[in-house]
């Protein structure tokens, strides 16, 4: 379970997060809404440690994240993955070697155990049929699944998405929102998913954490959403 409580972060003297509050239960998928701009990657990049929150705490199964000793930490950051907007493939590489890659830098596998878990995750994208080609030969739809693979590739408990479909063609988000939905569906993982796109929360979530600059103004159920009486929500489903 990840729990942030109270949540403020200041970045440059400026407050960029006021008091966020929400948990996540395992096996839970919370969607994160709001204006560009209004701090959502800020909260997930504080969520993995990147920036240290100024007041309240996080949790991640039970550990506190500014507060707990340096292993325990270490070991909990290791369960969360995350596929950042732009996949960030090494282009002299195949799509086989992308995904590999991270395992074969911990150096605890055998090639064989490597070879089948880059299958695995490759499958779950609907990729196996491309081990072999650079990502210059992949559509931007195929590159971009590549980088969910890679993210899949330490069996994480936790996956986070920031922006999976923005800035694609509609047939390619909807290419990789069925892909998200099917490891939603048949793996044991908690996600966050972090979109501007209204029209398949259902297919990728549960529960919508909706920021307007800085703070977090709903924090309940999809179904509920629209009927929401914030002004900001108003707003941004308008
Ligand atoms: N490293 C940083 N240092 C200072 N300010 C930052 C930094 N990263 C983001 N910000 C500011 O934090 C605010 C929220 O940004 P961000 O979380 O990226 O928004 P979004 O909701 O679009 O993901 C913006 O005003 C941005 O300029
Ligand atoms: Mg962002």
Redesign the pocket.
């Known amino acids: 379970m990840i729990s942030l409580q109270n949540v403020s972060v200041r ?2 003297d ?1 407050e ?1 997060l006021q008091d966020i509050s929400f948990n996540i239960d395992d096996g839970k998928n919370l969607i994160i809404l ?10 997930i ?1 504080t969520m993995i440690g990147l ?1 240290t929150p100024d007041k309240g705490q996080i949790r991640i199964d039970g550990i506190n994240t500014s507060t707990g000793d340096k292993s325990a930490v270490n070991g909990v950051m290791q369960k969360i993955s995350m596929v950042f907007q732009n996949a960030a493939l090494i282009d002299s590489f195949t799509v086989f070697q992308n995904v590999a890659l991270p395992l074969y830098e911990r150096e605890q596998h055998t090639d064989a155990e490597i070879h089948e878990r880059v299958v695995k995750c490759l499958e779950l994208v609907g990729l196996l049929n491309v081990l072999e080609l650079y990502p210059s030969e992949l559509s931007g739809g195929m590159r971009k699944r590549v980088g969910i693979a890679r993210a899949l590739i330490y069996e994480p408990k936790y996956i986070i998405f ?2 999976p479909i923005s800035g694609l063609d509609p047939v390619t988000a909807d290419e990789i929102l069925f892909y998200m939905s099917e490891i939603i569906r048949t793996q044991e993982i908690t996600t966050i998913t ?1 979109t501007h796109d209204l029209q398949n929360l259902k297919q990728i979530g549960d529960t919508i954490l909706f ?1 307007n600059d ?1 703070r977090s103004t709903y924090y309940d159920s999809i179904e509920r959403f629209s009927n929401s009486s914030d002004p900001a929500v108003k707003e941004f489903i308008r």
Not at 34 to 43: D, F, H, I, Y
């Open positions: 970045l440059r400026k960029i709001g204006k560009s701009g209004s701090g959502k990657t800020v909260l990049k920036f920031d922006e972090i920021i800085g």
